[in-house]
């Protein structure tokens, strides 16, 4: 008997410490009812951004709304970060019994929608994914393989080295590029400025490593994809690239919006409510 209650003891206590640890690694909003939305955000971005979008269908559907560790208000935690992030979304959905549960992903955010689609036994019904590529890196480098990257790199050394002089300089330059607002520019920069920075240069490791193109063949629910054109040179180009990219998807609904940059929901937000 003492057995036993050891053994449930021990089970308890594994269990409170899981628990925890998805706790810290993700933090999740809920507001609205009926059919769950999970929203995702993308790299530095807290969940905030899609409060607009929530506003606007919070009457008809649950909405879910995630901020990752080291963004926002989230305190960081130990490496590697998009494994442990990504299994803390899956099991939020399992713990909290979500059923035919929508994704809504940015940039990273739709990255991580597709791998949440990809699981054996997933509970997502459809996708939407908002300027998001299965496999970044590919796009960044010619040559990728994700063995090749590691957080020991002089790259990375470089970037957790610079002064937050240097650092706010570039997150100026990286923002004027993301939005044509100019409102958004230096929201998205400040968003930059308060990630955490090692989550910063190790988490986008994580980040640019993560290659979904062939499980993109295991994904059996409706997918929509909302690409920006400015940040690939124009329409054609960005068709290109994700036909390219998501070739091993079944089937999909690719949708251009031809005057916005990365983040479509700041620059084009009434177009992204119709398209939803």
Known sequence: MKKIISLFVALCFSMLVFACDDQKTIQVEVSGSGQPILFLPGFTVPGEIWNPTVDQLKNKYECHVVTLAGFGSMEPIEFPWLPKVNESLENYIIDNKLEDVIIIGHSLGGTIATW????????????????????????????????????DSPFNKQQLEISQEKFEQMATGMSMGMSTNSEAQTQIKNWILAADRKTYVYGYTDYLKLDMREDLSKINVPVTILAAALPYGGEDMSRDTYETQYK???????IISKDSAHFIMLDQPDWLLVKF
Do not use: T
């Not at 689609?117 to 998001?132: F, P, T």
């Not at 091993?248 to 690719?254: A, G, I, Q, R, T």
């Open 116 to 151: 949440l689609a990809s699981r054996e036994n997933s509970k997502i019904s459809q996708l939407i994914l908002v300027d998001a590529l299965p496999a970044a890196g590919a796009l960044m480098f010619p040559d990728f393989n994700p063995d090749n990257l590691s957080y």
């Open 248 to 254: 091993n998807l079944k089937e999909y609904h690719l």
